[in-house]
């Protein structure tokens, strides 16, 4: 008897483990759904389906609540116990709308968007499939609501609710991408992330500083990569996914592949991609201030004007990139999660274009403007930890280290020295961020955090006639920035339909700069400078839900920006006849922020939401005439240029609405439209005020889309209004190489739109392909500040297989 009963219960093992296993389908096509979310807070679990709609859940065993989760489909409330009589399968049924998403921007932990009084947008996979952005710039762009600016095709310099670069935070995997050089002035950084590796996109809106520290002014970016998945069984999981595309306006090639293997415990995923871009074609229709008719090349030892064949093309602007991505995962019990991950980006040298359009006396002022490779480096190790105790139910600890390289290589026309000034700069970070529930109504987010940033700065002047070099001037001191701090932040359901949230941060900064190796270039008075000041900021907000159907928010929040090395020790050329030098007594800037929100679902049909906000930011560093050893002009680059310098003088304001609708028709039909009007005003020395320059004029997106079995297909338009002279700020209104004229010969961003179509047919559950026309009029223009015009009318192609 005994070994008849051993047989039976050996035979039942496998299926025992199988039990553990859940299987999520929809319910009219039963097929699986993938990237669906399982949360639950007693006991503290998370997990996300495979390809194949699978994942195991024991980690959830016992749990009261368990939240179902996934876009386009009805959430779902229910026990262990109740998926376990349903024999571990269940299924989602559609929904045209969806007022709650689990985003993780807001407290670092999941949360519910219903529970979060500030604005937060995703951008889920699947629009990123059908859109096939070339790359993480033009990927936020398709939300509608970021503003993304271009000074070279090698670019994208995000915008958000008036403020942009070093007021703007980037977070990777949870890992803060700010460094202590970002700057004011426009930067790329983001385009080292692999939208293709990138598993899901949220942006933030409004102060962020409570959970992420400086810079979190104007909004919060937070990109989660591919993560490992495990086998739900005893065999191994392998898939992955494989892409090709081609666009011809600036004959991309583009190759990608990712592959996961997961076993029970340990998980692997690799990820490859290789980009090549050509000179970007720009548009047959639009202002002639556009066009470009010469390139520069050095023929017999001179610097030479050379006609373009094809005024079309924007020579230089041709660039490649490589992105390599490893990430492995052990999951030893259900209380501890670790995840390692190694990235890997770089660029080829590009033109920045704007600067190769500058004229001086009629010929250009560069022969060379080149941004040099951009590499980034990261390494990243997390380790989850669930407990139910006294201090904490999960606890996550994120230690990371980054490496970053830029430089910069210019020469004058017909000079015979080249300037070539890099940066490097390593960023190492220590987050550890706790979750701990009060009983069902209050939740508890606290942490703490320690970032050090090592600056090097180097300069090389090198004859290219002769070969010799020389140590030049560095664009910045040699730098050490720390900033040190904690938080902590609190959820309370107060009534039913009501939360709150609350949260305060205190953070240090400390910065040290030498500037010796730039004594003998410039009369600084000093040789070194120290600032070491704190900040306080916190925020509150409410979320009420009267009904199932109707959000409606608030929120109050304060954020810092600290000033960085960029603010304290470069020496750059700003524009023509300006230098900015040095300002060694900076304090952090202050923003002050509200912002109101409502959203409403009426009859499964429509969906509209409304933001209103107001920023006020106070001891804004901003650029503005200075003096050097009582001198208000130096001799730079050979040109005698006004001394300016980044001082806590101004006081700026921004304040906007963010509007967005969605309707759903008949036979597969829908219909989405978001749009985007801000006002930013700055004060100038004079106590009048200035147009902000990070303030975009009225743009947004609307799209009409149509889904039929395996077919889906997109017809949109992106749009912008005017920005007239007197509206541009007062440093813009002088930029001729990057704006149109008006009638009166003055500087200004003319109004354009764009006419889009794409489309997605899957061939079978394997092989899918994506054919797209941008910009079909064949516009000529460039979006508001950018220095380079966007593609002409483009073709794509693209295909695409998961296995």
Same mark, same amino acid.
């Given at each position: 008897?005994?070994?008849?009963?051993?047989?039976?219960?050996?035979?039942?093992?496998?299926?025992?483990?199988?039990?553990?296993?859940?299987?999520?389908?929809?319910?009219?096509?039963?097929?699986?759904?993938?990237?669906?979310?399982?949360?639950?807070?007693?006991?503290?679990?998370?997990?996300?389906?495979?390809?194949?709609?699978?994942?195991?859940?024991?980690?959830?065993?016992?749990?009261?609540?368990?939240?179902?989760?996934?876009?386009?489909?009805?959430?779902?409330?229910?026990?262990?116990?109740?998926?376990?009589?349903?024999?571990?399968?269940?299924?989602?049924?559609?929904?045209?709308?969806?007022?709650?998403?689990?985003?993780?921007?807001?407290? $670092?932990?999941?949360?519910?968007?219903?529970?979060?009084?500030?604005?937060?947008?995703?951008?889920?996979?699947?629009?990123?499939?059908?859109?096939?952005?070339?790359?993480?710039?033009?990927?936020?762009?398709?939300?509608?609501?970021?503003?993304?600016?271009?000074?070279?095709?090698?670019?994208?310099?995000?915008?958000?609710?008036?403020?942009?670069?070093?007021?703007?935070?980037?977070?990777?995997?949870?890992?803060?991408?700010?460094?202590?050089?970002?700057?004011?002035?426009?930067?790329?950084? /983001?385009?080292?992330?692999?939208?293709?590796?990138?598993?899901?996109?949220?942006?933030?809106?409004?102060?962020?500083? /409570?959970?992420?520290?400086?810079?979190?002014?104007?909004?919060?970016?937070?990109?989660?990569?591919?993560?490992?998945?495990?086998?739900?069984?005893?065999?191994?999981?392998?898939?992955?996914?494989?892409?090709?595309?081609?666009?011809?306006?600036?004959?991309?090639?583009?190759?990608?592949?990712?592959?996961?293997?997961?076993?029970?415990?340990?998980?692997?995923?690799?990820?490859?991609?290789?980009?090549?871009?050509?000179?970007?074609?720009?548009?047959?229709?639009?202002?002639?201030?556009?066009?470009?008719?010469?390139?520069?090349?050095?023929?017999?030892?001179?610097?030479?004007?050379?006609?373009?064949?094809?005024?079309?093309?924007?020579?230089?602007?041709?660039?490649?990139?490589?992105?390599?991505?490893?990430?492995? $995962?052990?999951?030893?019990?259900?209380?501890?999660?670790?995840?390692?991950?190694?990235?890997?980006?770089?660029?080829?040298?590009?033109?920045?274009?704007?600067?190769?359009? $500058?004229?001086?006396?009629?010929?250009?002022?560069?022969?060379?403007?080149?941004?040099?490779?951009?590499?980034?480096?990261?390494?990243?190790?997390?380790?989850?930890?669930?407990?139910?105790?006294?201090?904490?139910?999960?606890?996550?600890?994120?230690?990371?280290?980054?490496?970053?390289?830029?430089?910069?290589?210019?020469?004058?026309?017909?000079?015979?020295? $080249?300037?070539?000034?890099?940066?490097?700069?390593?960023?190492?970070?220590?987050?550890?961020? &706790?979750?701990?529930? &009060?009983?069902?109504?209050?939740?508890?987010?606290?942490?703490?955090?320690?970032?050090?940033?090592?600056?090097?700065?180097?300069?090389?002047?090198?004859?290219?006639?002769?070969?010799?070099?020389?140590?030049?001037?560095?664009?910045?001191?040699?730098?050490?920035?720390?900033?040190?701090?904690?938080?902590?932040?609190?959820?309370?359901?107060?009534?039913?339909?009501?939360?709150?949230?609350?949260?305060?941060?205190?953070?240090?900064?400390?910065?040290?700069?030498?500037?010796?190796?730039?004594?003998?270039?410039?009369?600084?008075?000093?040789?070194?400078?120290?600032?070491?000041?704190?900040?306080?900021?916190?925020?509150?907000?409410?979320?009420?839900?009267?009904?199932?159907?109707?959000?409606?928010?608030?929120?109050?929040?304060?954020?810092?920006?600290?000033?960085?090395?960029?603010?304290?020790?470069?020496?750059?050329?700003?524009?023509?006849?300006?230098?900015? /030098?040095?300002?060694?007594?900076?304090?952090?800037?202050?923003?002050?922020?509200?912002?109101?929100?409502?959203?409403?679902?009426?009859?499964?049909?429509?969906?509209?939401?409304?933001?209103?906000? !107001?920023?006020?930011?106070?001891?804004?560093?901003?650029?503005?005439?200075?003096?050097?050893?009582?001198?208000?002009?130096?001799?730079?680059?050979?040109?005698?240029?006004?001394?300016?310098?980044?001082?806590?003088?101004?006081?700026?304001?921004?304040?906007?609405?963010?509007?967005?609708?969605?309707?759903?028709?008949?036979?597969?039909?829908?219909?989405?439209?978001?749009?985007?009007?801000?006002?930013?005003?700055?004060?100038?020395?004079?106590?009048?005020?200035?147009?902000?320059?990070?303030?975009?004029?009225?743009?947004?997106?609307?799209?009409?889309? !149509?889904?039929?079995?395996?077919?889906?297909?997109?017809?949109?338009?992106? !749009?912008?209004?005017?920005?007239?002279?007197?509206?541009?700020?007062?440093?813009?209104?002088?930029?001729?190489?990057?704006?149109?004229?008006?009638?009166?010969?003055?500087?200004?961003?003319?109004?354009?739109?764009?006419?889009?179509?794409?489309?997605?047919?899957?061939?079978?559950?394997?092989?899918?392909?994506?054919?797209?026309?941008?910009?079909?009029?064949?516009?000529?223009?460039?979006?508001?500040?950018?220095?380079?015009?966007?593609?002409?009318?483009?073709?794509?192609?693209?295909?695409?297989?998961?296995?």
């Amino acid at each position: 008897m005994k070994k008849f009963l051993l047989m039976w219960w050996l035979l039942a093992m496998p299926f025992i483990a199988l039990s553990q296993t859940i299987t999520i389908k929809d319910q009219e096509s039963n097929l699986p759904i993938e990237q669906v979310m399982l949360i639950s807070k007693h006991p503290g679990a998370f997990a996300t389906t495979n390809s194949v709609g699978k994942v195991d859940i024991s980690a959830f065993k016992g749990a009261e609540i368990i939240e179902v989760r996934q876009l386009s489909y009805k959430p779902l409330l229910i026990s262990y116990d109740a998926i376990e009589a349903k024999g571990f399968i269940l299924y989602m049924e559609r929904s045209n709308f969806n007022l709650d998403e689990v985003i993780v921007s807001a407290t $670092r932990w999941r949360q519910t968007t219903g529970n979060i009084p500030a604005k937060v947008v995703s951008i889920s996979p699947k629009e990123v499939a059908l859109q096939n952005p070339q790359t993480a710039a033009d990927m936020l762009n398709i939300s509608g609501k970021v503003y993304v600016q271009k000074s070279q095709q090698g670019g994208g310099s995000p915008m958000i609710r008036g403020f942009a670069t070093n007021r703007l935070l980037y977070t990777i995997d949870g890992v803060r991408m700010n460094t202590a050089i970002f700057r004011g002035g426009n930067i790329q950084n /983001v385009i080292s992330l692999d939208p293709f590796a990138v598993e899901s996109t949220e942006v933030l809106f409004g102060p962020g500083s /409570v959970i992420y520290g400086s810079d979190a002014i104007g909004g919060v970016m937070s990109f989660r990569t591919l993560t490992p998945h495990f086998s739900v069984d005893e065999n191994p999981a392998i898939n992955g996914h494989a892409a090709v595309r081609y666009s011809s306006a600036n004959n991309e090639k583009t190759g990608h592949v990712d592959v996961n293997v997961g076993w029970k415990k340990w998980a692997l995923t690799t990820s490859v991609s290789r980009w090549d871009y050509d000179d970007l074609r720009q548009g047959k229709f639009g202002p002639e201030d556009y066009l470009k008719t010469y390139k520069v090349e050095r023929i017999d030892d001179t610097d030479r004007m050379i006609e373009l064949d094809d005024q079309l093309l924007q020579v230089p602007s041709a660039y490649s990139q490589t992105n390599f991505m490893q990430k492995v $995962r052990f999951k030893p019990s259900e209380k501890w999660d670790f995840e390692y991950g190694f990235h890997f980006s770089e660029t080829s040298p590009y033109g920045r274009y704007d600067r190769h359009n $500058r004229m001086r006396n009629g010929m250009p002022r560069y022969a060379e403007w080149n941004y040099g490779p951009q590499k980034w480096v990261m390494n990243n190790l997390s380790i989850t930890h669930s407990d139910n105790n006294p201090a904490f139910d999960q606890m996550t600890i994120r230690l990371a280290q980054q490496s970053f390289e830029e430089s910069r290589i210019s020469r004058n026309f017909n000079a015979e020295m $080249r300037e070539t000034r890099t940066e490097e700069v390593e960023a190492y970070s220590i987050n550890v961020d &706790f979750l701990k529930d &009060f009983g069902r109504k209050n939740t508890l987010f606290y942490g703490v955090e320690y970032i050090l940033n090592d600056v090097t700065s180097t300069g090389v002047d090198e004859n290219i006639v002769s070969g010799n070099q020389s140590a030049g001037p560095t664009r910045y001191s040699q730098a050490h920035w720390n900033s040190i701090g904690i938080y902590v932040n609190n959820e309370w359901k107060v009534f039913e339909k009501i939360t709150v949230q609350s949260g305060l941060r205190y953070n240090q900064f400390i910065l040290n700069a030498d500037f010796r190796d730039n004594l003998d270039f410039y009369p600084l008075p000093f040789a070194e400078a120290e600032i070491n000041n704190g900040a306080l900021t916190g925020s509150i907000g409410a979320v009420y839900r009267p009904t199932n159907t109707w959000v409606i928010s608030t929120n109050f929040g304060t954020a810092f920006r600290s000033p960085n090395v960029d603010d304290i020790g470069k020496v750059f050329d700003s524009e023509q006849g300006a230098v900015t /030098v040095p300002n060694p007594e900076l304090k952090a800037e202050y923003a002050y922020n509200v912002d109101a929100g409502i959203a409403k679902v009426f009859g499964d049909v429509a969906k509209v939401d409304i933001t209103g906000y !107001y920023t006020l930011l106070n001891n804004a560093l901003v650029r503005r005439n200075f003096q050097l050893n009582g001198r208000d002009s130096i001799l730079y680059d050979g040109v005698q240029s006004q001394v300016q310098a980044i001082q806590n003088a101004a006081m700026a304001r921004v304040y906007g609405i963010q509007a967005g609708l969605e309707l759903k028709f008949p036979g597969g039909f829908n219909f989405s439209s978001d749009m985007n009007y801000q006002v930013g005003e700055e004060e100038l020395d004079d106590g009048s005020t200035s147009p902000s320059r990070h303030a975009a004029p009225l743009f947004g997106t609307s799209r009409l889309g !149509y889904k039929y079995k395996k077919l889906q297909l997109l017809a949109y338009a992106n !749009y912008q209004g005017e920005r007239s002279y007197e509206d541009l700020a007062v440093e813009e209104q002088g930029k001729d190489e990057i704006y149109a004229k008006d009638e009166n010969g003055n500087n200004y961003s003319p109004s354009w739109h764009t006419l889009n179509f794409k489309a997605m047919y899957a061939i079978d559950q394997m092989f899918s392909v994506n054919v797209g026309i941008e910009n079909i009029s064949d516009q000529r223009y460039r979006p508001y500040s950018s220095g380079i015009s966007a593609p002409g009318r483009n073709f794509i192609v693209s295909l695409s297989a998961k296995f």
